[in-house]
């Protein structure tokens, strides 16, 4: 503990780090406290013009019950993907919303290496006409520099390992790095911006070790991720997410005072759609219903699997774990009921490491509790998800 304590204290050590890096040639590399990541000098991110009437103010934290219907305006969005199948059906939900407004994507490692998931992310914003959208790298490994390796479970390449030789190139990846990216966007659009994070944290823990106060800068927090009963679905008691990079899900979890939303694992399996819904959803005469009912293929068949059988306890079905994270930040009427309840992670168990730990008894002394998906207007989700398909 002791030294996750002094690592965790080093972070503040990285603004000066990260800064020096600015003056390094293109494709220079450093490697800080197990971050590798890429520093650049030729920084051009794209731009966007700015639709008028969407300035907001940062909102207090909402009521534990949900569903009183959200303002017609435009929402920004910021993304934080490791792209696999799940997190390719949560950008093109997005995508597909009428009154929302991608500010841009950023990767981390997570399902598949970094490179993949840049790429990974160009192909779904190809079939979605939206290449418009930057989209940056980030983390390759843990802050750690650990890895977690169970296997492929969106295939090798992150994406069911379906070829496609017309897929756009890593150049269109911007030359800002992603930690910095989501500082500057957040800065941009004080009290506007709503952070989804849909992988493991690495990128959101050095954001915030980089500028502290840049958790208040945001709108909110939208986590897929941790669990609430200490079931497992990567190790025995955590989480994916959050059991890839531990000590990520706990600065996160710590730093951020920003309204924080979370759909996790238990949430989502108890929540699952019916294979039926699944097979009307890629039936759709599309073209981007063609594209997921091909990288959908591989996971599929693994979700029927005896080991998902039992990670989701009542059996298998369809989980778009990602989408229900999406779906709080595009419309926060989605979610009906929730439960406030301040969190944390355990770093060093044997057998509990990464599993997010709930304090019901306020044992913390904690004051930014974060708010826990427990009912969902299940409906508009399914809405949702087949107009991500249209």
Known sequence: MVKVRLLLTHFSSFRGLVRSLSSCSRGARALCAGFAFEARDDVQPRRHPEPEGTSRSARADPPVQFGLGSAAMVKKLLVDVDCGVDDAQAIMMALAAPDVRVL?????????????????????????????????????RSILGHSLNLGHFHGKDGLGDVPDPKAPGLELVQNEGAVEAMIRIASEHVGEVSLVATAPLTNLALAVRLDPTFPQKLKGLYIMGGNTDSRGNSTTCA????AADPEAAYIVLNDFL??????????????????????LWLAQDSEKARFMEKI???????????????????????VPCDSY???????????VECMQVAVTVELTGTYTRGMMVLDHQELLSKNNKVFIMKKVDMEMFKELMMNALK
């Not at 959908?296 to 298998?316: L, N």
């Not at 994270?325 to 979610?335: E, G, L, N, P, T």
């Open 325 to 335: 994270a999406m779906a709080a930040a595009i419309d926060d009427s989605f979610m």
């Open 104 to 140: 841009g994507i950023t990767c981390v490692h997570g399902n598949t290496s970094v490179e993949n998931v840049c790429r990974n992310t160009l192909r779904v914003l190809k079939v979605c006409h939206s290449l418009e959208i930057p989209v940056f790298r980030g983390a390759s």
């Open 239 to 242: 989480e994916f997410n959050f």
């Open 296 to 318: 959908f293929a591989y996971c599929r068949k693994v979700s029927c699997a005896e080991r998902c059988h039992e990670e989701m306890g009542d059996g298998t079905g369809f």
């Open 258 to 279: 920003c309204p924080i939303y979370m759909a996790c694992w238990e949430f989502t399996s108890l929540n699952k759609l019916s294979w039926e819904f699944c097979d």
